[in-house]
């Protein structure tokens, strides 16, 4: 990306979920087709915005870093990287190149960290209860969505249903008004 243009993501999660993103950033010449080392100068600016469109994490990193965050309610989250830069700050023919790697929910659980106080059984067991939990909100969450496509559709069914009828009466009106049979 340019060093003004801004690179958005959409990640749908459920509600109470955590999510996790790395990123290291490096200079990608265009001219010479290859990559150069990252400059110090250049930062990363992180933005995530709820479903409401309310700001949930803004950050700056340098040329490398990572964000977390927890997800209060259900829905599409957006997520926004753009080079920090006051003015123009990479040369003209001079890309930055974002590698960006996104965990979220139970992805983001360090099971080897975990493991060196448990046992592997109880490693095991709380491993597929964070997948349970994991299933259940996502099912939630899959509920919730058909529910306001139900309601979509049940709308649409009631303009189907009432459109023909009222068309109808325009043209018996019509149709009463030119022969005056009143």
């Known amino acids: 990306m340019g060093d003004t243009e801004r690179k958005c993501f ?25 990559y150069l080392l990252a400059s110090q100068d250049v930062a990363l600016s992180v933005e995530v915005k709820d479903p409401n469109d309310k700001l949930v994490l803004s950050r700056s990193h340098g040329s490398e870093g990572s964000f977390r965050f927890t997800s209060l309610e259900p829905g599409e989250y957006q997520i926004c ?39 592997k059984l109880q490693l095991r067991v709380r491993q597929l209860t964070e997948q349970v939990k994991q299933i259940q909100s996502g099912l939630y969450y899959h509920k919730l969505r058909e529910k306001e496509f139900l309601d979509v559709t049940q709308s649409i069914n009631m303009w189907i249903f009432w459109w023909p009828v009222a068309r109808s009466l325009y043209v018996v009106f019509i149709i009463c008004w030119h022969t005056k049979s009143w």
Not at 81 to 109: F, K, M, W, Y
């Open 81 to 119: 990287l753009q080079a920090n830069c006051s003015q123009r700050c990479l040369p003209a023919a001079v890309l930055l190149a974002v590698h960006l790697d996104i965990r979220a929910g139970e992805r983001t659980n360090n099971y080897a960290e975990i493991a060196a106080n448990l046992t």
């Open 10 to 34: 959409i990640e749908e999660m459920t509600e109470k979920t955590v999510l996790m993103g790395t990123y290291r950033t490096q200079l990608f010449d265009r001219q010479r087709d290859e």
